[in-house]
């Protein structure tokens, strides 16, 4: 079975077990959207060039007098590689919005690995969308910064 496949049976699979996951569809040709019903959505793309899956979620604009700020918490985070299992945060291609990333080697995919990257990046993702809406992690808090307990390794 090619990669392709595989990764679009165990998407299947993950969406049907997953309650609050309302779609899995394929974009492209080894590129995937995976919607929750909360309305995040997160993006599964294989890089078979360099043998990577990665997952990512987009986490929106930040206002632009927390910009500064934002973006030096998000290259915080990046530093913190080790104890994230390695994800990141970046900037979308035209640098509007923010994005969290996490990926792993295609020959180590399983089901059971995708379905928990999607499922951790998907509850920090709230967490992250907050501290880019509002500065903030914690609702109705002010200059929260990112806590341990969300450092979730995948």
């Known amino acids: 079975m090619d990669i392709e496949t595989a990764i679009s049976e165990m998407l299947g699979a993950i969406g049907e077990a997953n309650a609050p996951i309302d779609a899995v569809m394929q ?13 995040t959505r997160m993006e599964v793309e294989a890089d078979v060039k360099n043998a990577r899956l990665i997952v990512f979620t987009d986490l929106g604009k930040p206002k632009a007098d927390e910009k500064s700020r934002i973006m030096q918490t998000m290259l915080n985070y990046n530093l913190l590689w080790q104890e994230t ?14 994005l969290l990333i996490g990926d792993t080697p295609l020959p180590d995919v399983s089901e059971a690995v995708l379905d928990e990257m999607i499922y951790n990046l998907s509850k920090l993702a709230g967490a992250w969308r907050l501290f880019v809406a509002t500065g903030s992690m914690v609702s109705g808090g002010t200059n929260a910064d990112p806590s341990e307990d969300m450092m979730i390794r995948v």
Do not use: H, K, P, T
């Open 85 to 98: 299992g390695g994800l990141r945060m970046g900037l979308s291609g035209d640098g509007a919005n923010a």
């Open 27 to 39: 974009i492209e040709q080894f590129a995937w959207i995976v919607s929750f019903a909360d309305d």
